[in-house]
């Protein structure tokens, strides 16, 4: 500390060329600065400021030794600023529209680390973490291998009368064939080969076109169509309800979105993981 008050004392007389206008941006007495910028002078072997009655002017020695105190100062002055900050925040990156009760809770649960969230579809969220470019990540998983399942059905616009809806119901008849076919409406969560694989097999067994499976566009969009052409959306009771929609089972799938959460080593000890999974899995529709 001493040696940092000395290169202190000696730049700010050298701007000012003056020790007495040098010690009151100091802060401190001028025989004080003199003082500092004297042990300065020994520690480095010579003179570093010419001093007459009224000024001080830089020596060879001090002409080339300013520019390293410039950086050394500079350089204490990131060291204290970053001994000031609080810890740093951790980036989690969690599905698009999920609860914000959940994500509070989460926060709460994992305090006083501080998260910072990343909202993102799963293959972003899968190359972010695989990218190391975020802390914690909730990731799509193959059926059996997450902490978190979600039981998915269709959403819809009609009434909900509980009763699982059979695929073939979104086949056109004959009379209907020059009309727009009813889609059935993946959002970007479930839009992974664990949700629509088999989703796509028992549509094409009841004799839906391949173009009746979509990924989910916008949400407004989407759900505009629901009502608009009676197409379907892939999701669980809790997001119908959510959306306004009716929600039925699917007959003859059990659909479910499998999730699992991710931390960089270290990070988080065994229970704040488990927490974070608890967190999410409270938020959704079991099975």
């Known amino acids: 500390m001493d040696l940092i008050d000395a290169l202190q004392a000696f730049r700010l007389v050298a701007e000012e060329s003056s020790f007495t206008r040098g010690a009151q941006r100091c802060g401190v007495p001028q025989p004080v600065v003199s003082r500092r910028v004297a042990a300065l002078e020994r520690r480095l072997g010579g003179p570093l400021l010419e001093r007459s009655t009224r000024s001080a002017t830089l020596t060879g020695l001090g002409e080339r030794v300013l520019p390293h ?55 972003e969220r899968s190359r972010l973490w695989l990218s190391g ?28 009368d509980g009763r699982p809806l059979c695929l073939s119901q979104l086949r056109r008849s004959v009379r209907q064939r020059d009309d727009r076919a009813r889609r059935i409406h993946l959002q970007p969560e479930d839009d992974v080969p664990a949700v629509r694989d088999p989703l796509s097999q028992l549509a094409h067994g009841h004799g839906l076109g391949a173009e009746q ?33 009716g929600w039925r089972p699917i007959r003859g799938l059990s659909l479910v979105r499998h999730q699992d959460v991710v931390a960089r080593p270290g990070l988080l000890t065994d229970d704040q993981l488990t927490r974070v999974v608890g967190r999410l899995d409270s938020g959704s529709d079991r099975r």
């Open 213 to 245: 499976v979509v990924g989910a566009s916008e949400r407004t969009e989407t759900l505009t169509q629901l009502h608009e052409y009676d197409d379907v959306l892939v999701c669980t009771a809790t997001e119908a309800a959510t959306f306004g929609l």
């Open 69 to 123: 105190v410039d950086e050394l100062l500079g350089r204490w002055d990131l060291l204290t600023q970053a001994a000031r900050e609080p810890d740093p925040e951790l980036v989690m990156a969690v599905p698009r529209h999920l609860d914000p009760r959940t994500l509070a809770s989460i926060r709460r649960g994992l305090a006083p680390i501080r998260i910072g969230l990343s909202e993102d579809d799963p293959e």
């Open 133 to 160: 470019l975020v802390d914690i990540a909730v990731l799509s998983v193959p059926q059996g291998a997450g902490g978190v399942t979600s039981v998915l059905g269709l959403g819809l616009a009609e009434t909900d």
